[in-house]
């Protein structure tokens, strides 16, 4: 198996899925000469008509993303999630709503990959992690990956999925090494990652963490720093926010007793929110202690990194929602 | 320009279609036949049956929230129109879209918009299709004035000019957004005027006369078709009725002339081209006034049916989300 950087993860993806399908194509700002690194080559390999560099105008080109995917195109808009909000009538009142609102007539297998730069001296208006304002609305498909390989997967089920989605990539994720498998060693030689899947991260029995994105390899370091203590963790990674596997997190709350919620966005209605008000409703009976959000603090981005690292999930504060769990 | 006959007189029968629907839907909207907001095309009839006159099945339309003009002067179908006003299962969009948000995607109509503006970038984003597939169609965004003051119109202009793609910028320029007039709110004298701004043509058009329109909205077709990009036209015209139905007992105060209604009323859009049909021989009177008094039937064989369409099922709330079905929340 390969080691494969989560910026190359991507950009494999959308180098198959244009291989694959004649009505993929991707736009956004600066994509030709791949200022982010995830579309570096596309311009060479598929010429100026499918790899398309825009203006800055987000709610022109969003929309015009939409509407060639109500006749037929595949298209995948490159953004970061900061940029969305002078978009955001196309995302709401056309992408989110045509379908239903037309009675089904219409399909919108539209993709957009919004970077999260966060952590990283970004600032307030260039740090945003803002996926839990879109499942509060219906209509949008919800993509969180924390590693290359279901970077990799996740994309290109997105780019085929008949429905409008964003892909929430993790800025603090993009220099991640992690395993890829070839093609050659998959069934049907690619690799692709369902929608509504959770995954089972680590193993453990004491209590369960439910991390989001750039918060699963944080979990992951508390599961394994805790075991040398002797407490037993379970770390689950949602993958998709909508749809929510919601089973494979009841099953493990059953197992543990316990869960704390890792999250980078605020923590107010957070996705962390609303996965604590599952299992409050239908998992109340298996749990042995309060439910734990680690979210982050409702400020804006301060630039200082001295202010900055105070802001998000880490290690210690999720070994210390853990620990309060146990405590009960 | 000559103009097959078969079109004039298609033109006046859609026309008269949507007068005579507007007319239907505002009886029995005051009866109380069914609740919402319902905007009337009556005395713009001319500009979208004009404009559509020119296209073909397999171009595309968006519109706006004044939507029942658009989808008839595409070639729409009145009874599944009007039962969608109703509610009913058998309206366009099974009751989910109402008077704002007629659809018929068999026949290129890619859907009303209830946010000004926001189907703009729809339309253009059909033409980037054609684009970058080599196709031949091309489509069309409805607007109004107000809408013409948003920011998705600039960009949508812009992006349009600078992959020259094949849309058709069409303004109905009725004058007013609900009560604030054009004078107040936009900085040009004509949104026609705007087209320099993105190097393509803007045409100026006399919104009440069908022909005008379809002769300039044909040019910008064959402009578009031939890939030298868009066009924006603008019909002036006028609302004769309300905003919206039953916006007259709400607003504080009058916002136009009784007069100046008047005078544009005495440029009724169906008077001009029966005029012109009759005056070249084209049409006898008795020809039109059978085709008015054809549409009245259809529009009143369309209540009909939408009255006996059923309402939706409770269930149905949770149909047509998605195309790849996920579970509930």
Known sequence: MAQTVFLEAINQAIQEEMRRDESVYILGEDIRRAIYGATADLLTEFGEKRVLDTPLSEEGFFGAAIGSSLVGMRPVVETLTSFMWVAMDQLISQAAKMRYMFGGQATLPVVFRASMFYGAGSAAHHSDRSYPMFMNMPGIKIVVPSNPADMKGLLKTAIRDDDPTIVFEDGTLFGMRGEVPDNADLPGEELLVPFGEAKIVREGTDCTIVAIGGAVNHAIATSDQLAAEGISVEVIDPRTLVPFDKKTVLDSVEKTGRLVIADPAHKVCSAASEIASIVAEEGFWSLQAPIQKVASEQVHIPYSPSLEKHVYPDVPKITAAVKRTLES | ?329
């Open chain 2, 1 to 329: 320009m000559e103009i097959n006959r078969d079109i004039l007189l298609l033109m006046l029968r859609r026309m008269w279609m949507i007068r005579n629907f507007e007319l239907k839907v505002m009886e029995v909207h005051s009866a109380g036949e069914f609740a919402g907001a319902a905007h009337p095309y009556i005395g713009e009839e001319a500009v979208a049956v004009g404009a559509c006159a020119a296209l073909e099945d397999t171009d595309y339309i968006t519109g706006n929230h004044r939507s029942h003009g658009h989808p008839i002067a595409k070639g729409g179908r009145v009874d599944k129109a009007m039962a969608e006003l109703y509610g009913r299962v058998d309206g366009y969009c099974k009751g989910k879209g109402g008077s704002m948000h007629l659809a018929d995607y068999s026949i290129g109509i890619l859907g009303e918009s209830g946010i000004l503006g926001s189907s703009v970038p729809v339309a253009v984003g059909a033409a980037l299709a054609a684009h970058i597939r080599g196709d031949n169609f091309v489509s069309m965004a409805f607007f109004g004035d107000g809408a013409s003051n948003q920011g998705s119109l600039h960009e949508s202009m812009n992006l349009a000019s600078i992959w020259k793609l094949p849309v058709i910028f069409l303004c109905e320029n009725n004058q007013y957004a609900v009560t604030t007039s054009y004078a107040e709110t936009v900085a040009v004298d004509h949104v026609s005027d705007r087209a320099s701004a993105y190097n393509m043509p803007g045409m100026l058009v006399d919104g009440q006369d069908a022909i005008a329109m379809y002769e300039a909205t044909s040019a910008a077709v064959a402009r578009a078709r031939a890939g030298e990009g868009p066009t924006l036209i603008e019909g002036l015209t006028y609302r004769f009725e309300e905003h919206s139905l039953g916006l007259g007992r709400v607003a504080r105060g009058a916002y136009r002339d009784e007069a100046e209604i008047a005078e544009w009323r005495k440029r009724d859009p169906l008077d001009i081209l029966e005029k012109t049909l009759i005056s070249q021989g084209v049409a006898t009177r008795e020809e039109c006034d059978a085709i008015n008094a054809e549409t009245v039937d259809e529009v009143e064989k369309a209540t009909d049916f939408a009255r006996n369409s059923p309402f939706p099922e409770p269930e149905d709330l949770f149909e047509d989300m998605w195309a790849n079905p996920i579970p509930l929340p």
